[in-house]
């Protein structure tokens, strides 16, 4: 069972949709969780990140940890075609150090939203 | 401008040839990492470096070697390529923070 797992989709929604993007992990012990945004033919950046349980928003992004359920979310309001793109949820274990150190990734979450 | 910058972007090689993948970093981050990304298996980490001289192995070593003599460069070397090496693969830097700034990528088949 790998230790994070991700629905790879492809998701397709029309713009403006509500979209929801989820991992579940099987180590209690993560602390950290983040989510990527890949491009096409580029390297992948971070959108947000949480620490422990709860909500974070930024504009149309919220980042969701249901620490309890081993779950996070993703949730992009009113979508936009520029949003097509993969979506990397990541973790970092207690006692590492972030910074592109020991990030264990899900598989992505192809995402394409159409006209 | 902050950039991470992977050579060469694409390459293709046979099998046994040593090859080095480079990277190099303009931001004065310590940390600096490699990563490979291959369909159903996600990105995975194969050496990370805490700073100059301070390498570690991550989840997928085996095949690979890294050096850290100065801040900004993290080159990968392949001694012996082998075609389970072709792969996405992607350099990554950071500072001590959870974002990691990730470089264009390096396509690299193995035949």
């Known amino acids: 069972q790998k230790e994070v797992e991700q629905d790879p989709g492809p998701l397709s929604v029309p713009e403006g949709a509500i979209v929801s993007l989820n991992c579940t992990y099987s180590?209690?012990?993560?602390?950290?969780f983040m989510w990527y945004r890949q491009y096409s033919r580029k390297g992948p950046e971070l959108l947000m990140y949480?620490?422990?349980?709860g909500n974070k928003e930024d504009g149309r992004f919220t980042a969701q940890v249901d620490k309890s359920s081993k779950y996070i979310s993703l949730f992009i309001r009113d979508s936009q075609p520029s949003d097509s793109a993969t979506y990397l949820c990541?973790?970092?274990?207690?006692?590492?150090?972030?910074?592109?150190?020991?990030?264990?990734f899900g598989t992505g979450t192809q995402l394409k939203v159409e006209l | 401008e902050a950039q991470v910058t992977q050579n060469p972007r694409y390459l293709i090689t046979v099998t046994g040839k040593k090859l080095t993948v480079t990277c190099s970093q303009n931001m004065n981050h310590e940390y600096m990492s490699w990563y490979r990304q291959d369909p159903g298996l996600g990105l995975r980490q194969i050496y990370y470096s805490m700073n100059v001289e301070v390498t570690d192995k991550g989840d997928v070593p085996e095949g690979y070697k890294v050096s850290r003599k100065e801040k900004r460069n993290f080159p990968l070397i392949l001694e012996s390529p082998s075609p389970n090496q072709t792969s996405l693969y992607f350099c990554?830097?950071?500072?001590?923070?959870?974002?990691?700034?990730f470089g264009q990528g390096t396509r690299l088949t193995v035949v």
């Open positions: 990554a830097t950071g500072q001590g923070s959870t974002e990691a700034f």
């Open positions: 180590n209690s012990a993560f602390q950290y």
């Open positions: 990541a973790m970092i274990p207690p006692g590492v150090t972030g910074g592109g150190n020991k990030l264990t």
């Open positions: 949480t620490y422990s349980s």
